[in-house]
């Protein structure tokens, strides 16, 4: 079953704590990032405003973060065939 990665409106990227289990964060240069609890949910910061990035630690409230957009179905870029 896929992994399910959840835009909180205004908030983090959230990952459940079974899918969360299942997940090996790296930094740019392919080290570890250990979790910061096992076993539980992970938040991940999409602010930019977090003092633990890469995970959410609420930040975002003080900061007013705010969503751009809602989600938007991508656009079919295939190409023509012929």
Known sequence: MPITI???KNGSLGINAEDAAQ???VDH???????????RPMSL????????KPYCDGAHKEAGFCDPLDAVAPTDTTPAQG
């Open 29 to 39: 240069e392919g080290n570890v990032i250990p979790p910061r609890a096992e076993g």
């Open 45 to 52: 910061c999409r602010c930019g405003a977090s003092k633990v």
């Open 23 to 25: 997940i090996v964060l």
């Open 6 to 8: 959840t835009v909180r």
